[in-house]
């Protein structure tokens, strides 16, 4: 059973807490033969999208940056994890872009990520949190996308590099979300494997 997963890292710190949460998450799920790919949005150009529509019928957003690359990669996964710190109470202005754009993208043509499992991943020095995932799930509500819960909401909480695995919840929520992720995205496969 081929099953893959792209994590989108919106945290322009490399080994941050964030890459941390998601290195997580993409073990567990590599141990359950998940295969996984980490993308670094803060070394792309992913410009704003300029709510122009003319990617209704092409499946490709117009703009001439980094966006479409990732948008081949999202559409190829059969699921999708969203990684952002908190900053000011919302996700990273990388995360916002490709939410905006490459949903925008899905659904002005026939909603291109219909039946893809999703599941956001936040990291918070304090406070704010609950937003960021509302706004990431809100973008897999949205786009059919089948969301993954976990065992509290998808967070794990420090500052420093590294603080977040001093958050026990949270680091065992991190594997609760891939172990729920695992078991959605096997049912799935094997639900259409055999239809």
Known sequence: MNISVVLLNGSPRKNGNTEICLNRVANKLQSHGVQTS???LAG???DPCRACFRCRGTARCAQDDDLNAVLDQLLKADGIVIGSPTWFGSVTGWVKNVIDRAGLVAR???FLFKGKVGTPVVTVRRGGAVQVYNEIVSFFAINHFYIVGSSYWNFAIGL???DVLNDEEGMRTMDDIA???AYI???LKSYQTNR
């Open 38 to 40: 980490l993308i670094h």
């Open 44 to 46: 792309l150009k992913i």
């Open 108 to 110: 002005l043509n026939g």
């Open 160 to 162: 420093q590099p590294g």
């Open 179 to 181: 172990e729920n992720m």
């Open 185 to 187: 995205l096997k049912a």
